[in-house]
Nanobody, 128 residues
């Protein structure tokens, strides 16, 4: 059974930092690309960061330079280091994993249809 379990969310003030973790199990971790999405109340879900199986990374424009995605294959764990947090970063953050298919080849990394598995989410709240 595939499981993605996020942790590390919480409440911080503007300018603070958090590190999210996503512990995975039940699938061949190194064969999947992974990422983080977020969804704030009343807003659409958006891709925040992505890491390929070859460790190529992409970021949403709003977080580039502040967030860093990484993975530890030995621990089957994905991370998102978030620095210089803004109130606009307040959202539920989800860990995702997927494998490439012919149908997904033309989809951007921020397209939710690109992913097979989703975690339950961890809340991040940034106060001003």
């Amino acid at each position: 059974q595939v499981q993605l379990v996020e942790s590390g969310g919480g409440s911080v003030q503007t300018g603070g930092s958090l590190r999210l973790s996503c512990a995975t199990s039940g699938y061949s971790y190194s064969d999947y690309y992974m990422g983080w999405f977020r969804q704030a109340p009343g807003k659409e879900r958006e891709g925040v960061a992505y890491i390929s199986t070859g460790d190529i990374t992409y970021y949403h424009d709003s977080v580039r330079g502040r967030f860093t995605i990484s993975r530890d294959i030995t621990k089957n764990t994905l991370y998102l280091q978030m620095n210089s947090l803004h109130p606009e970063d307040t959202a539920m953050y989800y860990c995702v994993a997927g494998q490439m298919t012919s149908a997904r080849f033309s989809m951007g990394w921020g397209d939710s249809r690109r992913y097979d598995y989703w975690g339950q989410g961890t809340q991040v709240t940034v106060s001003s």
